[in-house]
């Protein structure tokens, strides 16, 4: 599954990957992991129930259903035992929750969870094949940013690898972040923040929807901080880049949507790493949607195969 802050899209697919059926259903995230996860069961069980009893869509896999893993994708930092989430800026009652136990009692099967932004990472490597150096950076309400080596997820000692959200943007006004500190990328240069300084403003955007319709239309005040967002996202993956020297920096999320913004990032990372580093580079998007939820396929399939009712079988 993957969860947002206002919905949870559910995906269910078969070992190979093969998506069998999807659903998504309107859900705060501010309601905790419990009364998320509770309806999430709900819907899966329905799903589950229609392929037994010969739905429209699983009619021709006459080996499904059986529930086999879990992932949860979420919009924030998870742990490295990929169990819980780790300080989010906002989700609610969520940090530290064991969310692999509460998956694995309200599923009955081996869940585990994990940082949408990584999930992006996996499934664009499974749909593209790209080189496997690759930067993902997801600009939506808040900003993630997943890290791929050779192909395989780098998540670092703590699982936080590639969490650029709590740079601190030097000359930045001085916003109070989640964190307790000031001025980080977050509550600079992220959705959420591009709506508060529009609020500040006058301007009238609740939803992402409203600022991409702002900016669309040309709304001088909107466009401007959108392309504020794309110099200081720019500014804090120059040094990402030149430390790291990918060769695919691919960006997903609404606000990458917007040209100005992609225009703003690409001359900002150009014109501050060497030529010799942004040789090889390519800067592209894509529409994460998908790949978030290949990436939460191929992960629950490795955790079926690693502790589910499979990994007898192949031991
Ligand atoms: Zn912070």
């Known amino acids: 599954m993957d969860l947002r802050h206002d919905a949870a899209r559910i995906v269910v697919a078969d070992l190979s990957g093969d998506v069998l059926t999807t659903s998504e259903i309107a859900i705060s995230i501010d309601r905790g992991p419990l009364a998320v996860l ?35 994708g979420v919009p924030g930092p998870v742990g490295p035992a990929l169990d819980q989430v780790i300080a989010p800026a906002r989700m609610p009652g969520w940090n530290a929750v064991d969310v692999a136990s509460l998956g694995q009692e309200l599923f009955g099967v081996p869940t585990l969870v994990e940082n949408d932004a990584n999930l992006v990472a996996v499934g664009d490597h499974l749909c593209r094949s790209g080189s496997g150096h690759t930067v993902v950076v997801t600009v939506d309400t808040g900003i993630g940013c997943g890290v791929l080596v ?40 992220s959705g959420s923040a591009l709506l508060r300084a529009l609020g500040a403003a006058g301007g009238d955007a609740t939803t992402m929807d409203d600022l991409i319709r702002m900016v ?24 990402v880049i030149s430390f ?11 606000v990458s949507t917007l040209p100005t913004f992609m225009a703003a990032l690409r001359s900002t990372v150009y014109a501050s790493c060497l030529p010799a580093t942004t040789a090889s580079l390519t800067i592209t998007r894509i529409d994460g949607a998908e790949a978030t939820l290949a990436g939460a396929v191929r ?15 192949v031991r």
């Open 150 to 189: 050779e192909g395989r997820l780098y998540r670092g000692a703590s699982g936080m690898a590639g969490d650029v959200s709590h740079t601190i943007v030097a000359g930045a006004p001085e916003v109070p972040c989640s964190c307790g500190r000031t001025a980080c990328l977050d509550v600079i240069a």
């Open 244 to 254: 790291f020297n990918p060769t695919e920096l691919v960006l997903a999320g609404p």
């Open 299 to 313: 992960l629950a399939a490795d955790k079926a195969f690693i502790s589910g009712p499979l990994a007898a079988r």
């Open 216 to 239: 669309h239309d040309g709304h001088p005040l909107a466009t401007g901080l959108v392309r504020e967002a794309g110099e200081r996202i720019g500014g804090v993956l120059s040094t």
């Open 38 to 72: 509770t309806a999430v069961a709900a819907v899966v069980s329905e799903l589950l129930a229609a392929g037994e009893n010969g739905g429209p869509e699983l009619t021709e896999r006459r080996e499904y259903p059986r529930l086999h893993a879990v992932c949860v």
